[in-house]
Every structure is written in structure tokens, then in C-alpha cells.
């Protein structure tokens, strides 16, 4: 079975036969070029989108990175470095969400107390050892991306996963740019071409949340927590409902496979 038509029935099971829920999808199944207006996978409102600020865009190139028994479709994005992020806004008005989420000042967001998401990505460093954040954050909304390509990242910026600008091992970072909570927890593995299954957990509780991460697990059942190559007990409280993509300076990333759901089947399905 093809990449296209593996991913498609592993998608199908996951929304109608799991338990869980799928909540959004991106394989990166588009033609070679800019990512911005692509409005592919599942789950999401609208496409992804950039700043008019900057003068060049992420890309989707062609072949999708894999990994052992995990369901994959399409090509992949390359994250070209230079502070450019693209952004995609999830579609949290869905009905079927309607027990994950909460109003707030920024619409409807995941993270309700009491729930837990999933999410998990391939992710290479083609750059390394360039030292330069690379992979995706969480947001809490966006400021104006005609004046800011970042989108006012102090005030919505909340998650950061894969690689932090000061270190060359894949981490989870709660980011506040300068303000107090923040909170930086790295692996012991080097976040090189590597091709890697990141895998975190958000478990949301009144107050701070709690996290692992956990690196290449396999896809045959949900890892355990002690394997996990982080564990963060105090996580700062975060609510998201936007997902921002790119690299920093001298750097490029390769990123694949996105999946956000509220089971580990729902985000590594096994691609028998």
C-alpha cells in the first residue's frame, strides 16, 4: 500500500474505530514549494499561512521522511532557517472537541483541566551541528503578522518541541519570552539528520500542567512513562490553539508527520 493510501486508512481508524480522537493531521501531502495557502490533512482551519515581512517562505520538498511501522503519507517541510516561521490555526470550534476545550481570550483552545493531548512529528537537523532552534511551537493565537513575523510571540507564543537556540538535543520548552514561568527540559539525544519520532504528553491539571517526551518509541503500544527521555513535573499552565512552524538562522529542519490527538494510537497509528 502506498504512502497516500496507508495514511488514509490509518487516518479513518483513528477518527472512527480508536478510542481516542484525532484531532489534526498534516503528512505534508502537497506539490513541491512554498507552504503558505496549502490546506491539506485534517483538522485545521484554513491553510498555512506566513508574514508578509519576510521575503522567502518554509517549503514542502519532495520525498516524506518514515519511520519503522509508522503510517505516513506525502512529502515533507523543510524549515529553511532564517527566523521564518509558518503558522496553521486548529480547528477548535469542531463539535466533536466540544469536551477538550474552553473559551478564551483567544477563541476556543485546547488544554481544558482534566484532559490530556498527545503530539508527536518526524523532525531531522540537516544543519547540524548549527546551534539554532528548529520544529514547532504552540500558541495562544497570533498578534499582527503584518508588523511582527513571529505574531507577537511574547504575548500567544506558549510550547516549544524539538530543539531549543542553545543546545543541540531535543528538548520541550515552556516559553515566555522574558516573562516569569518559563521552563526548559533537554534529552540526551543530539538532535542531528537523524530522522526522529518525538512523542510528548500534556496531562492538564489545575495550575501547572505535566509533560514527558519521549524519543523513537515504538508504535505497537503506548511507551511506558519511565522510558520517557523527559518528564516535566511543572509546566507552567498553557492553553493553544495554533501551531507555528520554522527554524532559526544558519539552520535547516525537516519536519513530517504531524499528529495531535488525545491517544498515543491517535498520533504514531502503526502502519501494518
Request: charge should be neutral; proline fraction near 4%.
Amino acid at each position: 500500500m502506498g504512502r497516500t493510501l496507508a495514511a488514509a486508512a490509518i487516518i479513518l481508524a483513528a477518527v472512527y474505530g480508536a478510542h481516542g480522537k484525532l484531532i489534526a493531521y498534516e503528512g505534508f501531502d502537497y506539490a513541491p514549494g512554498d507552504v503558505s495557502g496549502k490546506s491539506g490533512g485534517i483538522g485545521w482551519r484554513g491553510g498555512w499561512f506566513g508574514s508578509s515581512v519576510n521575503s522567502t517562505d518554509n517549503a514542502v520538498a519532495s520525498g516524506g521522511l518514515t519511520f519503522a511501522h509508522l503510517g505516513v503519507s506525502g512529502n515533507r517541510m523543510e524549515e529553511r532557517g532564517a527566523d521564518v516561521r509558518s503558522f496553521r490555526r486548529i480547528d477548535t470550534a469542531k463539535a466533536a472537541l466540544a469536551d477538550l476545550v474552553e473559551d478564551g481570550p483567544n477563541g476556543k483552545t485546547l488544554g481544558r483541566d482534566g484532559t490530556t493531548i498527545w503530539i508527536a512529528f518526524l523532525v531531522s537537523c540537516d544543519s547540524y551541528p548549527a546551534v539554532a532552534y528548529g520544529g514547532i511551537h504552540l500558541c495562544d493565537g497570533l498578534g499582527d503578522l503584518t508588523k511582527d513575523p513571529f505574531g507577537d510571540k511574547r504575548a500567544h507564543q506558549r510550547m516549544s518541541m524539538g530543539r531549543q537556540n542553545i543546545d543541540t538535543h531535543w528538548y520541550l520548552g515552556r516559553v515566555t519570552n522574558g516573562a516569569p514561568g518559563k521552563g526548559a527540559w533537554a534529552s540526551n539525544t543530539v538532535a542531528d539528520s537523524t530522522v526522529r519520532l518525538l512523542v510528548y504528553r500534556f496531562d492538564f491539571k489545575k495550575g501547572a500542567e505535566e509533560a514527558w517526551m519521549w524519543i523513537d518509541p515504538a508504535t505497537d503500544k503506548e511507551p511506558a512513562k519511565p522510558a520517557a527521555a523527559i518528564h516535566a513535573e511543572n509546566v507552567t499552565d498553557f492553553r493553544f490553539n495554533t501551531l507555528s512552524a520554522g527554524a532559526g538562522p544558519g539552520t535547516k529542519f525537516l519536519l513530517d508527520e504531524i499528529r495531535i490527538g488525545t491517544e498515543f494510537a491517535d498520533v504514531a497509528p502503526r502502519d501494518k
